[in-house]
């Protein structure tokens, strides 16, 4: 199959340029100039004037059909990956984890099947690691070499999945040998604990609650703590879902100092203020995410990052629940809500809208950080994240003009509420493809359930950014 994409405006993270993208089979064959066109042989040909034309965005951080207890984040690698197609993600590397009594290969192989016969783009997997043991370590390896190269640390979640300094610390050094990045959920868990209490002592159980005892500076603090161990353990680093100033800035003292670190960021962190957790009644519990909502300043902050690089990665942190029959579990208790907003789908639509349409960034500033440096950090690239000879024809037609409303009604995610309803985004996907295959089409989706391939990624020794 021989399909041309002619008269759009190719953007890379390197630039904007008018150009045809040639694919042949599931890989980009060239890049042709627009006046070599006549007479070249073509199975299909999709017209994208006044259209840009962008790699497929990768999204490095979903947690697709994972449990909590007695339920499960409301999307599976079918209903997540469909929607996440529709917002023109075409990659996605999802956080597998473990039971207590597992071991990591058991929790791969887990995810595994949870992804198998279902995704409908590719995907990768990271290895969360909860309360390091000696026997995580000794098979971080076995992880490493098949395919899995990142790994996940909690300084949250007493009880759960929290790991305290000394394990943190040997899971670096272990990562480092490996060749293996280490992501690094960074709240101090066991603070936070203590306020939960006394907040709960105090009768003070509504939404709003759940950023109080969450205050940004115990995140700050757990980021230049897990920095900190990284420095020691000489370990490359990326802090998942930044969502303070004070962290940020934390980010930057390291990076100063020359620690190999990569932040991220997610578009509720960008969009969405902790004023919405005040919302009247039990509403507010539709935006309780961990780290919580922040103030403007912090959202200002954010969008400074951005622009000025120092954050590197636009994420979802996609972990939806249904308002009525999950988040009201903690219709008595905000310590019982589950956490986690819905984002798959609107990722690159709410950061074209307030990014690019409002001057923030530019549309290359937009590839790299949706697709092509989450690529490169992960070991994706150039597969992946890029328009280029031999790349993975991963392809988003992007309209400019096309209107989106963020509605749940309108949207793919299997979730019963949209934390933007009411706002309308400028600028969507008219086609997508994902290794040369159209998907999407004007808004349908035409692909096929189990498509997706896992993508086995190779350790490595630095930095890719």
């Known amino acids: 199959?021989?399909?041309?994409?002619?008269?759009?405006?190719?953007?890379?993270?390197?630039?904007?340029?008018?150009?045809?993208?040639?694919?042949?089979?599931?890989?980009?064959?060239?890049l042709a100039d627009p006046a070599m066109r006549e007479g070249s042989r073509a199975d299909r040909v999709i017209d994208a004037q006044g259209m840009y034309v962008m790699p497929g965005g990768v999204d490095v951080h979903?947690?697709?059909?994972?449990?909590?207890?007695?339920i499960a984040s409301s999307d599976d690698f079918l209903t997540g990956t469909v929607a996440a197609a529709h917002g023109g993600t075409t990659t996605i590397i999802d956080y597998a984890a473990h039971a207590p009594s597992e071991g990591l290969r058991d929790g791969l192989l887990a995810w595994h099947a949870r992804a198998r016969g279902k995704?409908?783009?590719?995907y990768g997997f990271h290895m969360s690691l909860a309360s390091v043991s000696k026997a995580m370590l000794d098979e971080m390896a076995a992880i490493v070499e098949e395919g899995v190269t990142s790994f996940k640390l909690f300084t949250a979640y007493p009880g759960r999945l929290y790991s305290d300094d000394g394990q943190i610390l040997r899971a670096m050094q272990r990562a480092?040998?490996?060749?293996?990045?280490?992501?690094?959920?960074?709240?101090?868990?066991?603070?936070?604990?203590?306020?939960?209490?006394?907040a709960l002592a105090r009768a003070n159980t509504e939404p709003r609650y759940h950023a109080l005892t969450r205050p940004e500076a115990l995140e700050a603090e757990a980021?230049?703590?897990?920095?900190?161990?990284?420095?020691?353990?000489?370990?490359?680093?990326?802090?998942?879902?930044?969502?303070?100033?004070?962290?940020?800035?934390?980010?930057?003292?390291?990076?100063?100092?020359?620690?190999?670190?990569?932040?991220?960021?997610?578009?509720?962190?960008?969009?969405?203020?902790?004023?919405?957790?005040e919302r009247d009644g039990f509403e507010g519990a539709k935006f309780v995410c961990s780290p919580p909502l922040r103030d403007s300043a912090s959202v200002e902050a954010l969008w400074q990052g951005l622009a000025t690089g120092l954050i590197d990665v636009v994420a979802t942190d996609h972990c939806p629940f249904h308002f009525q029959s999950q988040k009201r579990r903690g219709l008595h208790s905000f310590a019982l809500i589950p956490n986690g907003l819905p984002g798959i789908e609107t990722r690159l639509l709410l950061l074209w809208e307030r990014g690019v349409r409002s001057g923030r960034?530019?549309?290359?500033?937009?590839?790299?950080?949706?697709?092509?440096?989450?690529?490169?950090?992960?070991?994706?690239?150039?597969?992946?994240?890029?328009?280029?000879?031999?790349?993975?024809?991963?392809?988003?037609?992007?309209?400019?003009?096309?209107?989106?409303?963020?509605?749940?009604?309108?949207?793919?995610?299997?979730?019963?509420?949209?934390?933007?309803?009411?706002?309308?985004v400028h600028g969507s996907p008219r086609y997508v493809l994902s290794r040369g295959e159209v998907i999407v089409e004007d808004g349908s989706f035409v692909g096929r359930p189990g498509r997706g391939h896992f993508l086995r990624r190779h350790p490595s020794a630095g930095p890719h950014v």
């Open 119 to 122: 995704a409908v783009i590719d």
């Open 361 to 424: 960034i530019g549309p290359s500033r937009f590839v790299e950080l949706v697709a092509t440096a989450p690529a490169k950090i992960f070991g994706l690239y150039p597969r992946k994240g890029t328009l280029a000879p031999g790349a993975d024809a991963d392809i988003v037609v992007w309209d400019p003009n096309r209107a989106q409303s963020l509605a749940a009604q309108a949207l793919h995610m299997r979730v019963d509420y949209s934390p933007y309803e009411g706002l309308t």
């Open 1 to 30: 199959m021989r399909t041309v994409i002619v008269n759009g405006t190719v953007v890379t993270a390197s630039g904007c340029f008018k150009a045809d993208v040639v694919i042949e089979g599931e890989r980009i064959a060239s």
């Open 223 to 277: 980021t230049c703590r897990a920095l900190s161990l990284a420095e020691v353990a000489g370990a490359r680093v990326y802090i998942v879902h930044i969502s303070s100033r004070r962290s940020l800035e934390e980010v930057a003292r390291f990076r100063r100092r020359g620690l190999s670190v990569f932040a991220e960021t997610c578009p509720h962190y960008l969009c969405l203020t902790a004023q919405e957790l």
């Open 176 to 198: 480092r040998e490996l060749g293996a990045l280490v992501a690094v959920h960074a709240e101090n868990g066991l603070a936070i604990e203590v306020l939960i209490e006394q």
């Open 62 to 70: 979903t947690h697709l059909d994972m449990p909590l207890g007695d």
